[in-house]
């Protein structure tokens, strides 16, 4: 008997859904007031989310922020204690199933089984998601060539670097095309080398699979390389979502750096005391100034020139996703309970 | 019909975990030297009485309940230990097929074993005792066998059970082996509370009753004991109820 798929839920969406995220065309997860509490802990709080089709989505946070809580909700393996959450248009409450059927996961540790070969962990998972023997082993040789990994598949995994466990982990999450998959830290204690090459096997296989990545790290520079959206997470609620170079301009002051001749003492303590100038710091040549909201440059050109300073360059200079992220924990109150990630 | 092959799927990747284990070799010897003792040696100490003798059925339901909680108390705490028990829990299988597949799996593997012991112990009874041949009944050879799968069934569901709520392997193996000496330990115990003639009537059955009988009626036993054990485990596997960690 085959099984039959309720499809993506219609009814009980909760009134605060804006139009996109009821369609689960456009949208691959939606969340709204999502809570959980584990005994005498908020894990998630109130957490608003939305993550677009055929985006890579990073969740950041720092330890303890509710990165691998939410998830857990939201594939249905722990029960939220409140809010709502739609993945892939379906209810992880009423629907976990739908949902793991069409989702591939990392989880925290790669989740293979040692004893098994390469082949035999991602022959074992697509005959979990029920494909055919002759696409498995079709998808199988697939992947594994496209990790690098098709001459090493009839070793156990067990002898292999994490780097490489790491990778066929990602292949196993695709194993059966997925729409969605998630990864929990996928280059967490990898080294440089071995970060790189899961990041460039994930970007490629994402891309050419066009598969939604739903991404939790703590890894800045790796979501800023990977990402196209990210939502900054702290003690399980987004204090921000966006593009990363948005986050890293939002929550920066705008910088210029100058450079030239007479960057005195005095001169700079009279820069300091412009109004559109929030800090300076002096630098070899010139100086870095931070500028207060709304500040034009152009006045404190006009007002550097009138006390002498012979500039040669004005360069603004951008802000990263570090640059906004760090901003946003700066004012952080030490936490008096841990939240579990 | 989606149940039965995700139950074969689970019990698959068991086996094959089983099969692949590093201590694989060990496996096999370990096997070997059950046989040899279980199929050659006992038999050919008992002689006849492995045959026609009634409480010999106790050694066929005991040994399995012991023999499968060995490979029981890996199932759910040692994926744990192994971090793969939330990637499968992340998968479309559901609780059940999970559950069964990881019970079916401890129990096939030790009666499979239990099952080879029968021709082997009558092949060692009959070369060894003269003036055969010497053959049990087809209800008799079912009996024990069914009080085999019986037995192999509540250990393999008490295995099952204890290695959800372990913290490790070794705590699981060590609730286990208490387990085991309790049910060697308290049937003893009880003994001496029962009325005396219960208790003669008890051993008259085990000395001189039907061995067809005894071994079916442990069978019913065993199975009435193992399946709220099982109802047990089944309503406590659940996502959101098992310890991942």
């Not at chain 1, 703590?218 to 986050?247: F, K, M, Q, Y």
């Not at chain 1, 030239?260 to 002096?282: C, D, K, Q, W, Y």
């Not at chain 2, 029981?72 to 597949?101: F, K, M, P, Q, Y």
């Amino acid at each position: 008997m085959a099984e039959r798929d309720p499809g993506p839920i219609q009814i009980g969406t909760p009134s605060r859904c804006p139009a996109a995220a009821k369609d689960p065309e456009r949208v691959a997860i939606r969340t709204w007031g999502l809570t959980h509490d584990f005994p005498g802990v908020r894990a998630l709080d109130e957490l608003d989310l939305s993550v677009p089709r055929g985006s890579i989505f990073g969740f950041l946070g720092r330890n303890g922020a509710g990165k691998t809580t939410t998830l857990r909700v939201l594939l249905g393996l722990v029960t939220p204690t409140a809010g709502e959450a739609r993945v892939l248009g379906y209810d992880p409450r009423e629907q976990s199933v739908e949902i793991r059927r069409r989702c591939g996961v990392l989880l925290e540790r790669s989740g293979l089984l040692d004893r098994l070969t390469a082949v035999e962990n991602l022959d074992l998972y697509g005959r979990i998601f029920r494909l055919p023997r002759a696409v498995r082993r079709a998808r199988i040789e697939e992947l594994l060539g496209r990790i690098g990994l098709w001459e090493r598949r009839d070793e156990p995994v067990s002898a292999w670097s994490r780097g490489m466990r790491q990778r066929l982990a990602i292949a196993r999450a695709l194993i059966h095309r997925p729409s969605l998959i998630f990864l929990d830290e996928p280059t967490a204690g990898l080294d440089p080398v071995s970060a790189a090459e899961v990041r460039e096997d994930l970007l490629r296989l994402a891309v050419r699979e066009r598969v939604t990545v739903f991404l939790t790290t703590h890894n800045l520079a790796e979501a800023e390389r990977l990402c196209d959206r990210v939502a900054v997470v702290r003690r399980g609620r987004a204090l921000s979502t966006g593009a990363p170079d948005e986050i890293g301009t939002r929550y920066t002051r705008r910088q210029v750096r100058l450079r030239g001749e007479g960057f005195t003492e005095n001169a700079l303590s009279l820069i300091g005391e412009r109004p559109e100038v929030h800090s300076v710091e002096p630098e070899h040549g010139g100086a870095l100034v931070s500028l207060s909201d709304e500040a034009r440059v152009s006045s404190l050109v006009t007002f550097l020139v009138r006390v002498g300073v012979g500039l040669e360059e004005v360069t603004p200079v951008g802000s990263s996703l570090e640059d906004g992220v760090l901003s946003l924990f700066k004012d952080e109150e030490p936490p008096t309970r841990m939240a579990v990630g | 019909m989606t149940a039965v092959r995700d139950l074969w799927i689970v019990l698959c990747k068991e086996w094959l975990e089983l099969r692949s284990s590093d201590s694989g070799w060990v496996t096999v010897s370990t096997l070997v030297a059950f046989l040899a003792i279980a199929g050659v040696f006992v038999p050919w100490q008992l002689g006849l009485v492995w045959i026609d003798g009634p409480w010999v059925a106790l050694i066929w339901a005991w040994m399995p309940m012991f023999l499968v909680t060995t490979v029981t108390a890996d199932s759910v705490a040692g994926e744990r230990e192994r971090h793969t028990l939330e990637t499968l829990l992340a998968t479309r299988l559901s609780e059940s097929s999970i559950l069964w597949g990881k019970w079916l799996a401890g129990v096939t593997w030790i009666w499979c074993a239990m099952a080879l012991c029968l021709p082997i112990g009558l092949v060692t009874v009959n070369l060894t005792v003269e003036g055969g041949p010497y053959l049990p009944t087809m209800g008799q050879a079912a009996g024990v066998l069914a009080a085999s799968f019986a037995g192999a069934g509540l250990g393999a569901a008490v295995g099952v059970l204890v290695s959800m709520r372990a913290t490790s392997v070794r705590h699981a193996q060590q609730i286990l082996a208490i387990g085991v000496l309790l049910i060697a330990l308290v049937p003893i115990g009880l003994l001496r509370m029962l009325p005396r003639g219960w208790t003669v009537g008890l051993f008259e059955a085990l000395a001189y009753g039907s061995p067809a009988r005894l071994a079916w009626t442990l069978a019913a036993l065993l199975t009435l004991l193992g399946l709220p054990v099982l109802v047990l485990a089944q309503t406590r596997f659940r996502r959101g109820k098992i310890p991942l960690k």
